[in-house]
Each structure stands twice: as C-alpha cells, then as structure tokens.
C-alpha cells in the first residue's frame, strides 16, 4: 500500500512539474511573439534604437535575395532615405521555446516604398531568438519571398 501512494505522490509530482513547465515555455512564448510585434512597429517608424535593443549584437539577417546582413549593416538599411515602410505587419506565426532558445516561424506582409518605386512582400520567415542575461534577443532571420502564382 505505501508504494502505491509513493507511486502516486512521485506521479502527482512529475505532472505538476511538466505543467509548470509548459506554463512557463508558454508565457516565454508570448514575450518572444511579444517582440516580434515590437519589432514590426519599430520597423514602421524606422525606430533603430529599439531594433538595436532587440537584436544581439551577432546578430545576422539572410534577405528575400540571398544577401547577408549583420545588426550594423542591417540598422543602417533601416535608416536609410529610400528605405519608407508603412505598414509592417506578421499575418501569421508560431514560436516554439527550447529553454533559453526561441524559434518563430510565420508569414510577414511589407509595404512601402524603396527607391521611389511602391511594394508590397510577403514573406515566410524564420527568427532565432536567445534569452542571453535574462533578455530575449534575435541571432538570426532568415525570410523567402513568397510570390503570387
């Protein structure tokens, strides 16, 4: 009889464990998503001190063409004059949290203008965020053009 409610106590105990767990992978789930909402807006009002807070300083982009950016290179062709978003906006995404590692993979939609000429993209992108001193920060984005057909 006492092993059956040594086993119960040690069952009840991993499944509340587990629970607290998701919980918590959860709530780190929604700050990462949380970010990636930031980042949208911070792209809007081209707002690089806020990118530069949200992206560690390793941090690399890989664009719609193949080039690749690092933070440095990547603020600067967000300041850029001929560089005019106004509307950034994520239609769809999901984040899975891996401890202090974060992947969101979703659908984002720009318009703007770029060099005088009007676009519109969407684009299918994976970010890669780290929980480095207790802050999220995004390593790497990677994005696709996705093209009508």
């Excluded at 949208?40 to 990118?51: P, W």
């Amino acid at each position: 009889m006492r092993k059956i409610f040594l086993s119960v106590g040690m069952l009840l105990l991993f499944v509340s464990s587990a629970a607290a767990q998701q919980a918590n992978m959860s709530d780190e789930g929604g700050r990462v998503l949380a970010l990636e909402n930031a980042w949208n807006h911070a792209l809007e009002a081209k707002d690089t001190k806020a990118l530069d807070m949200l992206l560690a300083n390793t941090f690399i982009s890989v664009d719609i063409d193949g080039s690749i950016s690092s933070k440095s290179e990547f603020l600067a062709s967000i300041k850029a004059p001929e560089y005019q978003p106004s509307q950034a906006v994520t239609e769809q995404s999901s984040v899975q949290v891996y401890g202090d590692v974060a992947v969101v993979v979703g659908v984002f939609r720009i318009k703007g203008t770029e060099k005088g000429k009007p676009y519109v993209h969407r684009e299918r992108f994976v970010d890669t965020w780290i929980k480095l001193s207790g802050a999220w920060q995004c390593v790497a984005t990677t994005s696709t053009l996705i093209t009508t057909k």
